[in-house]
Each structure stands twice: as structure tokens, then as C-alpha cells.
């Protein structure tokens, strides 16, 4: 049994419920103790221009082996982050490894933007932007090289909050670009796509997975494409994972590309030979 927080309720929980809660107690104690030694790893998948077929930006994606726990996956590991505030820690620690990781690559004769996966609970700290800032700076990367990835949840959620369009619209002013990660899959919705300052739409991965097997499917995506392409924000297609997509989403007039079937995400030591 358990207090219920702020009130006398001793709520029973079941067995299910106990493991849960414990197993978050552990992730949450080791995650603490891995960003303390800066034990989390940065993969890295490419994004292709659909036209050039050249690479144009990485996203960073978190990876994390515990000696202790194993390996914990983003599905788990991000949500537990949420709630336990730690995601400010792995927002500013993803940033400030793929900006030195941009700043490499361009010493090496390669133009690419680096992509970081933000949480609205990021945004909801104190001075998130001349945080942001102030790390991007010491790193020496170009702030025209960084794009925030944000979904449409935290679109929706930000379009009331006036702090956080405050925040956004610092870090655009000062270069950074925002991308609106996994569209199609939340409350898509013409105000926030009107008033926040997003440039990109990045198609989810569920509507290029069933595009081939159903008609229906892959209208959805050119509508997609053309809504997209109609109001001038650049579209990215994610979860490409065979030629027959890539052929259609081109014919569809998609500007980018990501997916298996270009890279999966790596470390850069990896993806050495595929820049070349
Ligand atoms: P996302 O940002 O939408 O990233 C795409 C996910 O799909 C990644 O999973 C990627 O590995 C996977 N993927 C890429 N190409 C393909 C493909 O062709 N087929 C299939 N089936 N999957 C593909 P991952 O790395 O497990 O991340 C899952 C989610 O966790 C991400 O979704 C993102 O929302 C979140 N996430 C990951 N890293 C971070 C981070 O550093 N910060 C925050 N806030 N969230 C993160
Ligand atoms: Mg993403
Ligand atoms: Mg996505
Ligand atoms: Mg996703």
C-alpha cells in the first residue's frame, strides 16, 4: 500500500503496479547516476534530400546501456524522464553532444544540421532558450545548424502557453529551426501550425509504414506532402524503409528523406563511410 500524494488515501496497489513503480524508482536512481558520469550514448540517423540525394542533417537520438538495468529504449527511458523532470538533463546533454558532433563534421568538409528531440517539460524549465543558447555558443556551432524536433502534442500544449512561444521564438530568432516530428498522429491543428514558429513537417513513420498496402493510405501522405508544400514549411518523410516508398514519396514531391532504408541511427564512427 501506498499514501496517495497529498492525501490520507491508502490506495492498494496490484502486483503489476508495484513492479511498474519499482522498476521506474530503479531506472530514475541509475539514469541520475548515468548523467552524472555522462554515460549516455548519441546515435545518429541521416535525413536525405530527396532531390540530391545527398545527406543534409543528422537526428540525435538517445541511446543508454546500464551496466546494472541493460539497455533501456527511448519508449521507456523518455517517458520516465518526463516525469521525473531528468529530461532537462538529456535535452541539454543530446544538445551539447550534437552540436560538438555538427562542429566535427563540419571541420571535415561536411554541411549537415544536427536534429535534437525536445520535450515541452524542457520548456517548461526557467530560461530554457538562453540556456540553450549559452551551451550552443560554447560548442561553437552555428545556430543555423540546429533544428528542434517537437510533436504535435507539445505543439498543442505550447500554443496556450505563453512563456513557451516566448522561448520558442527566442531560439528562432536566433537561428534555430523548429520541426514538427510525428505529424499526423496527434491533433493536427491549422492555429498552432499558423502561429508557432515551425518550418518543417515531419510525416510520421505509421501513415509511410501502411502507404504501399493501402490506396487510402498513400493519399493521406500526398495530402500530407501538398498541405505541407502549400503553406511553404519543408516536408520530411520518417521510417522509409524500402525503395518503393522513397520512389513514391519523391513522385509526391517529399524533400527529404529518413528511414532504414537510407540509415539507421549509428554512432558517427559508423556512418564515416556512408558520408562518404
Ligand atoms: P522520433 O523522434 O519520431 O524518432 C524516430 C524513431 O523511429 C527512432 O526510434 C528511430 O530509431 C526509429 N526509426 C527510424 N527509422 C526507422 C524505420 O525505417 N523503421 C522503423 N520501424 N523505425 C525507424 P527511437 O530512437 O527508439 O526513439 C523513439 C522516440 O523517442 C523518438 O521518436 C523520440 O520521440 C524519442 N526520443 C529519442 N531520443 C530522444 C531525446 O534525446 N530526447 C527526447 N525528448 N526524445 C527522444
Ligand atoms: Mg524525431
Ligand atoms: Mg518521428
Ligand atoms: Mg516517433
Redesign the pocket.
Known sequence: TVREAGGNNIVSLSKASHKALNRRSVVEKRLLLALDQRNLDVYY?PLIDTASKKVIAME???RWHDEEIGTV???EL?PIAEETGL?SE??MF?LEKACLQAVEWHTQGHDLKVSI???IREFRGKNVAKTMLEIIERTGCPTTSIHL?ITEKFALEAESETSIMAQMRTLEQAGISFIL??FGTGYASFRYMQLLPIKTLKID?TFIASMLKSEKSAQIVNGMVQLGKSMNFSVIA????NEEQAELLQQFGCDVL????ISK?ALPSELKAFLK
Open positions: 540517423q540525435a537520438l538517445v529504449t527511448p519508449d523518455i529530461i538529456i535535452g543530446m528531440n525536445s520535450s524536433e516530428d510525428d513513420q520518417e521510417g522509409v524503409e529518413q528511414g532504414y532504408y541511427p
